[in-house]
């Protein structure tokens, strides 16, 4: 018996191969879901009643900051990994990543700077102040505690796994089709990942700067993020300039399963299909030009603040593209409503009401007078949730019979749709509205 436990915890332990580790990272990411959820449950409980003692003032932060930086970092971007490391091998025709041990030390990156994270909670005091770790509350003389420095270490690592996972998956795609399989050929969940790849490239290098020089501000007493000389604007810039294009990161691969799930339920190819590739390109590379959108109350220049205005609206219509494509497909189509349809559709309705709160936070003025309000939580967390999250789950039902070899319970899957995140009325009204 406890040899055979051995041989089993060996297996998990050494493994290389591409499912097992999609594997691990769907149940790590899962579990690091739950310790964010309960993070947040016990934040809702200490707000369902006026000057609630559940928590303290300070505590609050603490869970405030801890479950942003855990369902970007270690929960969303994991989870579209662990659907790439098991699905892309298997969609482009080879047999694992290009570099299977460098895919395993991934994992293991990820897995320890995720219990990094949650450990800095016991080291004094967890990070408190958001997860955009805004300067000056981000040094050492407002924020002393060692716990802050652990979570920065983590979030350093967390960056090199990333760095070395989307460098495998880049020469694996590029070098490793199957031969034949020309890029164009790829669907667009293979599409999404390369393009989240691409992004992950580009925009985790400026976080990496921001945060190892932050690291050595908190460390060494050096004053690159000093307010006093003008260093909160450039934490401003440096963290926003990964910031935004991060939002992509973590919604292209549920674009891409949702893309993937609803031509197959509809049993009709994907409307336009080159278009939406196009638009998740476009979509990337405007990204990286709208970063000032978070900054037009720190006084950065009429022109600017123009400027960021136009590319924000511009970045939009990308998406209205994808979303066009999608309803196009579910035009008359014999849709199956099985679950992983079901949270697609759930996952593009709430997209759409994300994606046109984001329009409104576009304008100045409207800013102005949201900036700081549940208009922009809601806004936020529609896309993270409303979109990413539940088009990720509609992928763990969609191949769930592939990797475990069973099928799961039509019924309980119907209830886990029909109670799951805050929208039930709008995923209720889709269900009887598609049924119709
Ligand atoms: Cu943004």
């Known amino acids: 018996m406890a040899e055979q436990l051995w041989v089993s915890a060996k297996r998990w332990l050494y493994t290389t191969n591409h499912k097992d580790i999609g594997i691990l990272y769907l149940i790590t990411s899962l579990f690091l879901f739950a310790a964010a959820g309960v993070l947040a449950l016990t934040m809702r409980t200490q707000l369902s009643a006026p000057d609630n003692t559940l928590l303290t003032a300070n505590i609050y932060n603490q869970f405030v ?9 270690w929960v969303l971007s994991p ?15 080879c047999r694992d990543l290009a570099f299977p041990r460098l895919n395993s030390m991934s994992y293991w990156f990820f897995l320890f700077s995720g219990v990094m994270m949650i450990l800095s909670f016991f080291f004094g005091a967890a990070p408190d102040l958001g997860w955009t770790l805004y300067s000056p509350q981000n040094a050492a003389q407002f924020s002393p505690a060692i716990g802050f420095n652990l979570g920065a270490g983590a979030l350093i690592l967390m960056v090199v796994s990333i760095t070395m996972s989307s460098i495998n998956f880049l020469v694996t795609m590029f070098k490793m089709r199957a031969p034949g399989l020309k890029l164009r050929h790829m669907s667009v969940f293979p599409w999404a990942i390369l393009v989240t790849i691409f992004m992950m490239l580009y925009a985790f290098p400026s976080f990496l700067a921001a945060v190892v020089l932050l690291y050595v501000d908190r460390a060494f007493g050096t004053v690159y993020f000093s307010s006093i000389q003008g260093g909160s604007l450039l934490w401003d810039n440096v963290f926003w300039f990964f910031g935004h294009p991060e ?17 197959t339920f509809a049993r009709r190819p994907l409307y336009g299909s080159k278009y ?23 006084g950065i220049g009429i022109v600017s603040t123009k400027l960021y205005t136009v590319t924000t609206i511009a970045v939009s219509l990308p998406f209205d593209i ?9 035009g008359f189509a014999k849709l199956r409503l099985k679950a992983p349809a079901l949270f697609a559709l759930g996952a593009v309705a709430n997209f759409i009401v994300g994606g046109i709160t984001g329009v409104f936070l576009a304008s100045v003025a409207l800013d102005y007078a949201l900036r700081g ?21 509609g992928g763990l039902y969609y191949w769930f019979p592939k990797i475990t070899g069973r099928m799961y319970d039509e019924k309980i899957a119907k209830v886990h749709f029909s109670s ?8 209720f009204t889709i269900y009887i509205v598609a049924r119709g």
Request: hydrophobic share 65%.
């Open 79 to 93: 989870l579209a990994f662990g659907f790439a490391n098991y699905i892309i091998p298997l969609e482009i025709g």
């Open 373 to 393: 309000t549940y208009f922009v939580v809601a806004h936020f967390h529609y896309i993270m949730v409303g979109a990413s999250i539940i088009g990720l789950i």
């Open 65 to 73: 900051t801890v479950h942003g930086l855990l369902m970007i970092f």
């Open 420 to 427: 799951s995140a805050e929208h039930n009325f709008c995923y």
């Open 247 to 263: 939002v992509y990161i973590v919604l292209f691969p549920a674009i891409g399963i949702i893309a993937d799930i609803i031509p």
């Open 322 to 330: 994808i979303v066009i494509s999608l309803i196009e497909t579910l």
């Open 276 to 298: 939406v590739i196009g638009a998740l390109v476009a979509a990337a590379l405007i990204s990286f030009v709208v970063w000032g959108h978070h900054m037009f109350v720190t």
